[in-house]
């Protein structure tokens, strides 16, 4: 099926630094998403972006997040400046139309 | 407040017998997926659902949304099938929210 690759899939920050996470969804999609899971818990919408920009975001999408898809390329997050408790893997997606969802493997990020 | 409730949050299987899964709506909800996530932490697709029952081997999973749920049955389960299973939903926004997701635990 539809590959959504996410780079890298390991990542070791100090806190306060800031950190990319990479996703390469599938060609023709048009709605991107991330995620975020602690410890194989539940999975948690951060952000929705369309069209060059965010559509709907949760709470946990703090004012140290943002994303952005330049020129079509990578779909990012940025977190700047890490904290401690954004520990956790991010799922990246995107669908074609809105409900139909093509999940990467996740980001683990570390944060120490 | 949760749009999603998920039930079990766990249940163990003997292999070879079945289960179903349910996923409650509070709200109105436009179309469902279906997802495992493995060992690895990889995120399956396993049905998209805008109404009605789809089947794909051993699994099949009902979305009625005018009664605001839906259901992943499994049956003749495998010790593959371990895994935790998440449903998610959305209104038709740009929202997908997932439920809590059950555990699966197949035992010989």
């Known amino acids: 099926g539809p590959k959504v690759l996410q780079i890298p899939s390991h990542q070791i920050i100090d806190m306060g630094q800031m950190v990319t996470l990479n996703c390469d969804p599938v060609s023709n999609h048009l709605y991107f998403y991330w995620y975020k899971q602690i410890l194989g818990q539940q999975m948690e919408f951060l952000v929705n972006f369309y069209n060059g920009k965010v559509m709907e975001k949760s709470k946990l999408f703090k004012d140290q997040f943002s994303v952005e898809r330049p020129d079509g390329s990578y779909f990012t997050l940025k977190i700047q400046p890490t904290a401690l408790e954004d520990s956790a893997v991010y799922f990246c997606?995107?669908?074609?139309?809105?409900?139909?969802?093509?999940f990467g493997a996740g980001t683990r990020l570390s944060v120490l | 407040g949760d749009q999603v409730e998920q039930s079990p949050s766990a249940l163990s299987l003997h292999e070879g017998t079945g289960s179903a899964l349910r996923c409650n709506f509070t709200?109105?909800?436009?179309?469902v997926q279906w997802f495992q996530q493995n060992s690895r932490g990889s995120l399956i697709n396993l049905f998209y659902?805008?109404?009605g029952t789809k089947e794909n081997g051993r699994l099949k999973s009902t979305f009625n949304s005018k009664e605001s749920y839906s259901t992943l049955h499994i049956r003749d389960a495998q010790l593959e099938d371990s895994g935790t299973y998440f449903c998610?939903?959305?209104?038709?926004?740009?929202?997908?929210?997932f439920g809590s997701g059950t555990r699966l635990l197949v035992s010989p």
């Open positions: 997606a995107s669908s074609l139309t809105e409900n139909t969802l093509y």
């Open positions: 709200t109105t909800m436009r179309a």
């Open positions: 998610a939903a959305g209104t038709g926004g740009y929202k997908v929210v």
């Open positions: 659902l805008a109404s």
